[in-house]
């Protein structure tokens, strides 16, 4: 898959704002009614982002499959959120690519080209990379792409900050092992309550995360210029259908400590106190039979796949 096409799908979780994720608190059973439409959305905009942006649209795009799970019901907004990630790699072919990573998002349901959205974490991408090692990555848009937003730091967009240890695009020197060793990725983003209003992003890997650069507030105009409308947490592969790629660790959650994990969430308020996700939140499985979540307990998650599908 071109890589402007995998960029384009994994914006796209956080355009899936239902109306019923406005009501609270959730039913599994609220959860189950939004599926079919929440995935029929997906494919419209799939369709049409990539329409926008990709000069081979019509050559055809490799599926793309979604595993998360999502916050959104909050009046007041989101304005940040901290998060641990286990960091895993894999031999991948070009067409290709998997990540696990967090979706910010300024929009929910509307017109493409009001899709805003910050997108962080870990991801292998040979398309990109022109390697199939495990790289930091960030995405960002203000228009869905339609003039705006880039991959890493390949337009001015993400700010590093001076001496940070990390930058995006960098690759790690380590992953972690299934039923083993653990290399864990802390991630913090925080709207910045100060004069300046920028999305600070913290990085750590196996430390407390510190600052590594920042998304300006003069990149996104509306809503997501002060605070967040959907924050999501998971998963996101593409690959031919005959060869798939694996998300995580490669495992499905079922599979217990062998899956890959997000712990520590906590989402971040307008006064910068984090709190603890301590419920079970909202999620989307685009193919639960070969990628999937377990449910929330003690804000820790397993989630990939495909290994063990039916």
Known sequence: MDRRMLMVAMALPLLL???????????????????PRALANETTLIRGLISHISLDADSGANPTYFAHHGAETSPDGYYG???TFDLYGFALKHGQGTAGAVWIAGSGAGPLSGAKTIIIGWNVLPAEYGDS??????????DGFTKTGCFNTKCPGFQPEKGAHVAPGDAFEHVSTPNGGKQNLNLKVVKDGGASGDWLVYLGLNRDPELIGRFPRSLFTGVFADKAVAIRFGGMVSAPVSDPAPMGSGYLPAAGGAAASISNIQLIDRNGRASPVTQDLPKLESKPDAYAVSPIENGKFFYGGPKGAK
């Open 17 to 35: 704002v239902t109306d019923a994720s406005r009501s609270h608190p959730w039913s599994q059973q609220e959860v189950t009614d939004q599926k």
């Open 81 to 83: 959120f901290i998060a």
């Open 133 to 142: 090692r495990t790289h930091f990555f960030t995405i960002w848009t203000d």
